[in-house]
């Protein structure tokens, strides 16, 4: 018995990193995924690599009227949405004299104003069709520890990770409240060896170096796995989280305990 049986997910940003690795999780205990990416080729050879009851679809989390549309599809495929993972995300950095307005209004419009969007469908769609018996539904926000401690040099991103953070809070209570049974919850990973953090180290002029000074800050001392998120992914959206909600679920080799 899968810890997802019966269920069926939404994981945006679904072609790479963690959101690939958590639709691999969620696959094998039992989900039915629907993965979602700009990256189209690449999006369709995950969907093929993963195997099971997966589909990809191309989606900009930015764009609204795609939201409705991805909508629509998962409806039609599978009657019903059952947890949805706002995965998709860019990396940056810069301090606040070197980041430019058009570079901040590029970073808040994936990391934020995409997990607004994919938060206010998903509550539309989950409320409605998530089953009567368990928990309900369950909305997982990839934040980061830039959601939680400062960086000099990430102004855009450390802002729209923070407010990935307090919408999550807040969605969760306006569903508490209104009885609607679907729980809202971020996850705050650290360095984790994905393609964003490969491209830091790898474009940096001694790539060894860099991933070691990487590894440095973090109190385990090595970066961390995409499993090491899918897990926590896998485990948000199943029964055994819950009584979860409106909570910060750190992934951080201990980062933030410093
Ligand atoms: N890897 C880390 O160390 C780390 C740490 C903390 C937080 N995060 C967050 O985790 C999430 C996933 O990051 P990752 O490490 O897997 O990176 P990744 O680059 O491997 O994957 C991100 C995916 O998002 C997609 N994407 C980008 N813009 C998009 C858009 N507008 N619409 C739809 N898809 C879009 C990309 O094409 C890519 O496939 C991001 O939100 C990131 O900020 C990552």
Redesign the pocket.
């Known amino acids: 018995m899968g810890r997802l049986n019966n269920k069926v997910a939404l994981i ?10 958590s639709a691999r999780r969620m696959i094998e205990e039992g989900a039915r995924v629907v993965i ?4 189209a080729e ?2 369709e050879a ?1 969907a093929e690599e993963i195997g099971g009851d997966v589909l990809f679809l191309d ?5 609204e009227a ?1 939201w409705q549309a991805v909508i629509e599809v998962v409806l039609t495929r599978h009657g019903r949405l059952d947890a949805l993972v ?6 940056t950095m810069g301090d606040i004299e070197e980041t430019s307005y058009a570079d901040w209004q590029r970073v808040q ?3 934020s104003d ?2 607004f969007l994919g938060c206010k469908y998903g509550v539309a769609t989950i409320k409605q069709t998530s089953r009567e018996e368990g928990s309900g539904g369950s909305i997982i926000n ?6 939680l401690i400062g960086g000099h040099n990430l102004a855009a ?1 450390n802002a ?2 923070g407010a ?1 953070r307090l919408l999550t809070k807040s969605v969760a209570l306006h569903c508490a409240r209104k009885g609607y049974k679907i729980r809202c919850n971020s ?13 830091m180290y790898q474009n940096a002029p001694d790539p060894d170096k860099m991933k070691a000074k990487l590894e440095r800050q973090i109190p385990l001392g090595h ?2 796995a ?1 499993d090491d ?1 899918a897990w926590a992914v896998v485990y948000l959206a199943s029964e055994e989280s819950k009584f979860m909600t409106g909570t910060e679920f750190v992934v951080d080799g201990g980062i933030t305990a410093m």
């Open positions: 945006t940003g679904g072609a790479s990193g963690l959101g690939k690795e979602t990416d700009i990256n690449l999006g995950t989606h900009d989390v930015t764009h795609g706002n995965g998709a995300g860019i990396g419009a994936v990391n995409g997990v990839i934040s980061s520890v830039a959601g991103y729209s990770k990935v996850v705050h990973p650290t360095f984790i060896d994905t393609p964003m953090v490969q491209a970066l961390g995409p998120i």
